[in-house]
């Protein structure tokens, strides 16, 4: 029996915040829950169907909403007369006895000193921001989502390095949906992690899941620098339109429109620990046995190695957008 993460990204508004939510004046805490039972059914029965062969199903929540930092999820709350999504997504992973991954990109933003959870957790604590101790960081909206979907399945794939992961991102908006699929659909092999083997695009608005679009499979290396490369993407679209003085704050990218995998220069490919050889002192100290990741580490490390130049030279079909293509000077 293996394992397999599935992990599901969710939307606030006008997804978990339908219409008939926002028609609801109740303000029972429980309210999403009540008024998303055919989303829950879903991930449930998609759950049961990936585990379908025995294998062990690990389902974890995402924030796949564009309320990615505290000040955004209150302002929005008050906007759109919803509730605050932290609170509620915490009250949905519970429900579903899911992992709740707390990532946001007002983390990385705030520099590399704030971990990974720490403006999620402040914006729970701190939902006003009326706090002088607490930091809540700025960050550069994204309208594609490509940037919230790229760390999401890096991060999972870091930390769960040969687990299989399928991914749902689930949205309200057509647009979103459709830019963000034709988008993977052309760079996914080289984008996203191998062991990444579905993202599934699934649109919801309160009623039916609809997966019309289909889904996408990883290719490529597991990017163990996934914090910069979220920032490097940020500042090619701000370069890109001439937007590189301006706060981050107030502007929004399109990074489907604008990045190419060509482009991206911090990536880092993730480093597999590797058993001690037989004989040596660390090998020796440890007297259990140690589950080696891969039976051949040579073949392994010669096929990466041939994967990478397979991919430097590897053909370029783009149709989506000239912009994303790198620049010839």
Not at 23 to 30: F, G, Q, T, V
Not at 35 to 40: E, Q, Y
Not at 281 to 308: C, D, H, M, R, W
Not at 321 to 326: A, L, N
Request: glycine share 6%; charged share 30%.
């Amino acid at each position: 029996m293996s394992k397999i993460i599935y992990a599901v990204g969710l939307d606030a508004d006008g997804h978990i915040y339908h219409k008939a939510y926002r028609k609801d004046p109740s303000e029972y805490e429980d309210k999403a829950i009540r008024h998303n039972a055919p989303l829950l059914e879903y991930i449930r029965r998609r759950a049961a169907l990936l585990g379908g062969q025995g294998d062990e199903v690990e389902i974890h929540i995402c924030v796949f909403s564009r309320r990615q930092s505290q000040w955004v999820d209150f302002a929005m709350s008050i906007e759109n007369n919803t509730g605050l999504f932290f609170r509620d997504i915490q009250i949905i992973a519970e429900h579903l006895g899911a992992k709740l991954e707390k990532v946001l990109l007002a983390d990385f933003y705030g520099g590399p000193h704030l971990p990974e959870g720490h403006s999620f957790d402040s914006a729970v604590n701190d939902p006003s921001g009326s706090d002088p101790n607490r930091e809540h960081p700025a960050w550069c909206d994204d309208n594609s989502k490509l940037t919230i979907l790229y760390p999401h399945l890096h991060k999972l794939a870091k930390e769960n390095p040969t687990t299989t992961i399928c991914y749902d991102a689930l949205d309200d908006d057509e647009i979103i949906l459709d830019k963000l699929s034709r988008y993977c659909a052309i760079h996914s092999s080289r984008m996203f992690p191998k062991i990444v083997k579905e993202v599934l695009f699934g649109e919801y608005k309160g009623q039916q899941v609809d997966t019309r679009r289909g889904f996408v499979s990883g290719g490529g290396i597991i990017d163990a620098n996934y914090r910069e490369t979220v920032l490097e993407m940020a500042g090619i679209c701000r370069e890109r339109v001439g937007m590189v003085d301006v706060d981050i704050s107030e502007i929004s990218i399109d990074a489907c429109r604008h990045i190419h995998p060509d482009l991206l220069t911090k990536r880092q490919a993730f480093k597999f620990p590797v058993e001690p050889e037989l004989g040596s002192a660390e090998a020796v100290i440890k007297k259990e046995p140690v589950a080696s990741y891969f039976t051949n580490e040579l073949g392994l490390f010669k096929a990466i190695f041939f994967q990478s130049r397979l991919n430097r030279v590897q053909p370029i079909e783009d149709d989506i957008r000239d912009e994303s293509r790198p620049s010839a000077h």
